[in-house]
């Protein structure tokens, strides 16, 4: 059974930073891993995805704040977040897929979120 645990949502203040990590129960190397959120009342938004070459694409909202790496053999991704803001307050998933992409349609696996709340 294919399992994504994600830890590390916490309550920060605007500006402040925080790191996601994905513990992944697959044998990933040749999945795309990718972060998504959700906040209350919005559509599930793709944040960023690698693929097994470690290449990455970010949304427009988070370029040049959030970054997201990958350890093929601790089978974990993170999601380095600095300068957060208000609007980045949101449910935060891990998921894995065999696209490089940010649609949620093309993501297989998930796991069940860890929140992340920045105050203003």
């Known amino acids: 059974q294919v399992q994504l645990v994600e830890s590390g949502g916490n309550s920060v203040q605007a500006g402040g930073s925080l790191r996601l990590s994905c513990a992944a129960s697959?044998?990933?190397?040749?999945?795309?891993m990718a972060w998504f959120r959700q906040a209350p009342g919005k559509e599930r938004e793709g944040v960023a995805v690698?693929?097994?070459?470690?290449?990455?694409t970010y949304a427009d909202s988070v370029k040049g704040r959030f970054t997201i790496s990958r350890d093929i053999i601790k089978n974990t991704v993170w999601l380095q977040m600095n300068d957060l803001k208000p609007e980045d307050s949101a449910i935060y998933y891990c998921?894995?897929?065999?696209?490089?992409?940010?649609?949620?349609?093309?993501?297989?696996?998930w796991g069940s979120g860890t929140q992340v709340t920045v105050a203003s």
């Open positions: 998921a894995a897929g065999t696209v490089r992409t940010l649609d949620s349609r093309r993501f297989e696996y």
């Open positions: 697959i044998i990933y190397g040749r999945y795309c």
């Open positions: 690698i693929d097994s070459g470690d290449r990455t």
